[in-house]
């Protein structure tokens, strides 16, 4: 086990664990985290596998390490590392089975007071259009040809389909679609796990919720996103289904050859890989696109059904309006980006497991309206916590390769929860607190429990202070739909 007498601190918030640890490290490690973070991080294995990625060939700079930081499988869960190209590797499980999953942010005008009197009614009507739970099927059935197009075009299909807004498309990450994904290198049984659950939930830590903007830091800023305090927002929380997971599933499978096959040496065999630019490296990139694509999709037809909810319940009510995407963000994803590395650019393929991407301002993917402000960055808290809304900054190009944290990141395992948390006590409490609960499982609602994870507000003061975001609004939630 690693020690705090193993760390440099570098400075306030920033750890590191330097080359000279272990003689087969390429990188050293840098963890942001506070004192009390990282006390947290150090009493599971998420730093002992980050020591791992860091012996990997090929990565530039460093291993960046987030204060969300848990244990994961191979790379640990707020892991950001990055592989030069062509030289370099990719690895499944440094990009993590959940393929895209991400946040997605709307926001309304409907201000709380006006809605306390439905919000029973919204919370049923979430629960009944948005369908949660494991293996669960959707209202989106596709054909197989209509399959292939959702990972070839992403949230594009859903705006040919009525599901979407260009609005919607232009505040997604990537616009709602990766190029280049290829679903011929996906396996019939990976679509045959995804092509029914499209605009669904699923289960585990995903979620839809409703919040209230309870406090805004940036106001400037706020109303250029459309957000305004007092009013209600709506959080969606999900990825690529089955689908992703079992495009994970097949190729750490088939890269157990390829790590022979190239000769990498791997200190765990949970990271194999394969050269980036090999054929098995690129038959996982297309496959990976595919599956990111149709997160897109999800989470875009998740919106659609949200949209439909706020309509049925607030369709009545004075100033009631769609509800506005304020923007949609991945992680679990590899990235191919340009990065300045000890003074030169880099062209380099980024594995964000667990994080998310934050660039800063000037950023020529974003839309109009953020390139003077910066990426968005979507961190939602534990069930029955706060949520964030941040800002990428330039200084996160500089130290985390544009990352920052994606939650509040687990201090207890599922089972662990399980064993020490009753379901259908948390709902008591969590309602006798004002949050309308609607969930298909007391164990899985049990496995999120708010005592389950770090405190989301020291991992977003930890992400502010290192100066890889900067605080917008935090969200207070008001109704959760879990599966």
């Not at 996906?186 to 585990?204: H, P, W």
């Not at 997160?295 to 769609?322: D, I, K, M, T, W």
Request: aromatic fraction near 8%; include cysteine; charge should be positive.
């Amino acid at each position: 086990m690693i020690r705090k007498q193993d760390l440099n601190r570098l400075k306030n918030y920033l750890w590191e664990i330097p080359i000279s640890f272990h003689p087969e490290m390429k990188v050293p490690v840098w963890i942001f985290a506070d004192e009390e973070l990282i006390e947290e991080a150090l009493d599971d294995l998420s730093i002992n596998q980050a020591v791992n990625v860091a012996c990997l060939p090929g990565l530039v700079a460093h291993v960046a390490i987030m204060p969300d930081v848990h244990q994961g499988y191979g790379m640990p869960i707020g892991g950001v590392m990055a592989a030069r190209i062509p030289e370099g590797i990719i690895s499944p499980g440094a990009v993590g089975y959940d393929i895209n999953c991400g946040v997605r942010v709307l926001a309304s005008k409907i201000t709380y007071q006006t809605a306390l009197p439905y919000l029973g009614d919204l919370a049923n009507s979430l629960y009944r259009n948005c369908p949660s739970g494991v293996g669960t099927g959707g209202s989106l059935p596709l054909s197989a040809a209509e399959f292939d197009r959702v990972c070839r075009t992403g949230a594009g299909w859903t705006l040919a389909k009525g599901y979407a807004t260009k609005e919607d498309l232009e505040r997604t990450e990537e616009f709602g679609c990766i190029k280049g994904a290829d679903p011929d290198r996906v396996s019939q049984r990976a679509k045959q796990r995804g092509k029914n659950q499209l605009g669904t939930l699923g289960a585990g830590n995903h979620f839809l919720e409703v919040d209230v903007v309870e406090e805004i830091f940036d106001p400037e800023a706020a109303a250029i996103m459309g957000l305004e305090p007092g009013c209600l927002a709506v959080q969606i929380h999900c990825g690529s289904r089955g689908f992703g997971h079992q495009i994970c599933t097949d190729y750490v499978q088939d890269f157990q050859k390829a790590v022979i096959k190239y000769g990498i040496k791997l200190r765990d065999r949970e990271l194999v890989c394969a050269p980036f630019a090999s054929p098995e490296g690129q038959a996982y990139l297309g496959a990976m696109k595919a599956a990111a694509n149709y997160a897109f999709a999800n989470r875009q037809a998740l919106a659609y059904h949200a949209r439909r909810s706020f309509q049925e319940v607030f369709g009545s009510q004075a100033g009631a309006e769609p509800l506005r995407q304020i923007y949609d963000i991945a992680h679990n994803m590899a990235k191919i980006e340009t990065h300045q590395i000890e003074g030169q650019k880099l062209k380099v393929c980024v594995h964000r497991k667990g994080a998310t991407r934050a660039f800063g301002p000037g950023f020529a993917e974003l839309p109009v309206e953020y390139r003077p402000l910066g990426q968005p960055v979507l961190v939602p808290g534990s069930m029955g916590t706060e949520s964030w809304i941040l800002l990428g900054t330039k200084a996160s190009e500089e130290l985390s390769f544009g990352s920052s944290c994606h939650g509040a990141g687990r201090v207890m395992s599922r089972r662990q929860a399980k064993r020490s948390i009753r379901g259908d006590r948390l709902r008591e409490k969590l309602e006798g607190e004002g949050i309308n609960i609607r969930a298909g499982s007391m164990p899985g609602l049990a496995e999120e429990a708010p005592q389950a994870y770090k405190n989301v507000n020291r991992v977003v003061e930890t992400v502010a202070k290192a100066g890889i975001a900067r605080k917008v609004a935090r969200l207070r939630p008001i109704a959760v739909i879990k599966g």
